[in-house]
């Protein structure tokens, strides 16, 4: 695991990575996502993704979903991971964050159930064009029936990220363990104060940073804010280190022969 990043393995740590990815897209010295594309967006996935092999068949992350409602407010976010693999993060592998703009409503609902997604099957998805003015019309166009558009951020540079074959599904256990009651996806995501975000949760930092990314507005972290970052990367280590005995789905793993569980 890389150690500049805590681990993303409960609600406290892939919030805290969800804004890291977001302070990459928000940054003026990167180039950044289509400001047209993101305001049509329904939805939003974060992810943290740590190759264990070729293509996504051997690879293990976990990230959060938040909806954007018809008043363009945002939902709390509401925790996934990659299927079929487990969930864990291995010494010396690389890491990968990856942002996915969800662009219909068929799309985002299905990270609401109770099953798996598969993109290239059930999901279309596209590799993202980058750059802040681009045009929303030629993206989606050339999408065809895309459902959504995938992007990788990595060396300073976000770039279009293909997906097909990768599979993801709700943590829905640890939804209920970070809002402290039954949370099911389909609550979080679409009824208003279904859950209470906890204090100090960086969920309103979220809210702040997507609404940037709507304006099309970029900004770079202060000095105060990257104290309280790494801060909070210390809360999601201790969050991480005492809900591991619970979280029945986090699995030990290894790049050579990674261990499956189901959701």
Not at 72 to 101: H, N, R
Not at 142 to 148: L, R
Not at 168 to 179: P, S, T, V
Not at 180 to 200: I, S, Y
Request: aromatic residues 8%.
């Amino acid at each position: 695991m890389s150690s500049d990043k805590p681990a993303r393995t409960t609600m406290e740590g892939m919030i805290w990575n969800a804004n890291h990815v977001l302070d990459s897209a928000i940054d003026p010295k990167t180039n950044g996502i289509p400001r047209d594309l993101f305001k049509q967006c329904k939805g939003i996935v974060l992810l943290s993704v740590i190759e264990a092999g070729f293509c996504f068949s051997g690879n293990v992350g976990t990230g959060v979903v938040m909806a954007r409602a018809d008043d363009g407010s945002w939902s709390p976010p509401s925790a996934v991971g990659l299927a079929g693999v487990g969930f864990g993060f291995m010494f010396g592998a690389e890491t990968k964050d990856i942002l996915i703009l969800i662009m219909d409503s068929n799309t985002l609902k299905a990270y609401s159930g109770d099953g798996v997604i598969k993109f290239g099957g059930q999901v279309g998805i596209t590799a993202g064009p980058v750059g802040r003015e681009i045009d929303a019309s030629v993206a989606l166009g050339n999408a065809g029936a895309g459902g959504a558009f995938a992007y990788t951020f990595a060396q300073g540079l976000f770039g279009g990220c293909a997906l097909e074959g990768a599979a993801i599904g709700a943590r829905k256990g640890e939804n209920d363990r970070f809002y402290g009651k039954v949370a099911p996806p389909h609550a979080v995501l679409f009824e208003k104060g279904a859950v209470a975000p906890p204090a100090d949760s960086g969920i309103d930092d979220l809210w702040k940073k997507l609404e940037l990314l709507k304006e099309g507005r970029t900004a770079e972290l202060t000095a105060e804010e990257l104290a309280a970052k790494e801060s909070k990367k210390a809360e999601a280590n201790k969050a991480a280190e005492e809900a591991k005995a619970s979280q029945a789905d986090l699995v030990p793993v290894n790049g050579a022969a990674p261990m499956d569980a189901s959701f």
